[in-house]
């Protein structure tokens, strides 16, 4: 189910699917969809659907600063370590897709 291509772990194609090339096998729990605004006054989150999220963080959208924030956003939400959320895509535009693992 999961092969090597060019020495790197191919993604697995279903969110319940286990990651075998991550220390201690983790699974992908869930991909969270989210729209983020960069440099808003205050930070907030709001559950929009069942994976969705709208996410304001303060930091400006330069250098990565607001991804971080975001990721940090949906790790204190959900209780989580921030290692466990990953950016999946969306690094340049306000639609993300995250995955907690």
Do not use: C, H
């Amino acid at each position: 189910m999961f092969t090597r291509k060019n020495n790197l772990p191919v993604k697995p194609r279903f969110w319940n699917q286990k990651v075998r090339d991550l220390p201690g096998e983790l699974y992908i729990l869930a991909k969270i969809f989210v729209k983020a605004k960069a440099g808003a006054k205050k930070e907030s989150v709001l559950k929009t659907g069942v994976s969705e999220f709208k996410i304001a963080v303060k930091e400006p959208a330069k250098e990565g600063k607001a991804n971080e924030a975001v990721a940090r956003v949906l790790a204190e939400y959900f209780g989580i370590a921030l290692s466990r959320v990953r950016l999946l895509s969306g690094f340049t535009s306000r639609q993300k897709i995250f995955e907690i693992l």
